[in-house]
């Protein structure tokens, strides 16, 4: 959570992702949440999809905490995004369209059809 001192309240980093792409004319990102069999256990994870560019979350969660993998993935765009809107227009473009090539955290992948 990132505290807002001017509106003195809570923001998420979905609500500031979802903001930042509007703000910067991007494709809305889209939320998937995948699962795991581990054993008796499942394990979760979570994923956001900006245009061509997918990114994940760093660690698979338990059912109990599935709102932190949502959480850890639109931080770690959030911040792919910020860092790369000065540095990297190739990544920038990629954010505005669409398609079935996707930017994995630096790493091309390529979708089953063109």
């Known amino acids: 959570m990132f505290y807002d001192h001017a509106a003195a309240r809570h923001v998420s980093y979905q609500a500031m992702l979802t903001n930042f792409c509007l703000n910067w004319r991007l494709s809305s990102p889209r939320w998937y949440l995948c699962s795991e069999q581990r054993g008796r256990r499942t394990a979760w994870s979570g994923h ?36 790369s809107r000065f540095n990297n227009s190739d990544v920038w473009a990629m954010a505005m369209e669409g398609g079935n090539r996707y930017l994995v955290a630096g790493i091309m992948f390529v979708g089953s059809s063109y």
């Open 48 to 83: 956001i999809i900006i245009g061509r560019l997918l990114f994940s979350c760093r660690f698979w969660y338990d059912g109990n905490y599935i709102k932190n993998a949502e959480h850890e993935a639109a931080e770690f765009a959030l911040k792919y995004l910020e860092y």
